[in-house]
């Protein structure tokens, strides 16, 4: 079973730093990849980032390639997102999702590619 439970989510102003983090519970043997989506109201859900668990490759989206640093402890089984230079455009609802490999190889774009979600928690940034 994968469980995950975020926090980290903050109202900051531009230009700060937030980490996230995501406590998993068995990822480490159990899930192909992790990924980071975020919704901002009026818009659809989209991925940030992504890393393949087993071997920790990486994918960013363009709009926080250079700011966000995706990361995992394996040790703790904890998954991170680290945010610099925050921006008013990356506030919106942060969730961590799990994908088991059950889609192949699916997009890590895809959120229909990751089967267990966290609750979210939200990052605010002000100008």
């Known amino acids: 079973q994968v469980q995950l439970v975020e926090s980290g989510g903050d109202s900051v102003q531009a230009g700060a730093s937030l980490r996230l983090s995501c406590a998993t519970s068995g990822y480490i043997y159990h899930t192909y990849r992790m990924g980071w989506f975020r919704q901002a109201p009026g818009k659809e859900r989209e991925a940030v980032a992504a890393i393949y668990t087993s071997y920790g490759g990486k994918e960013y989206d363009d709009s926080v390639k250079g700011r966000f640093t995706i990361s995992q402890d394996r040790i703790k089984n904890t998954l991170y997102l680290l945010m610099n230079n925050l921006k008013p455009e990356d506030t919106a609802m942060y969730y961590c999702?799990?994908?088991?490999?059950?889609?192949?190889?699916?997009?890590?774009?895809?959120?229909?590619?990751?089967?267990?979600w966290g609750q979210g928690t939200q990052v605010t940034v002000s100008s």
């Open positions: 999702a799990a994908d088991l490999g059950t889609s192949g190889s699916g997009s890590w774009r895809s959120e229909g590619a990751f089967a267990y």
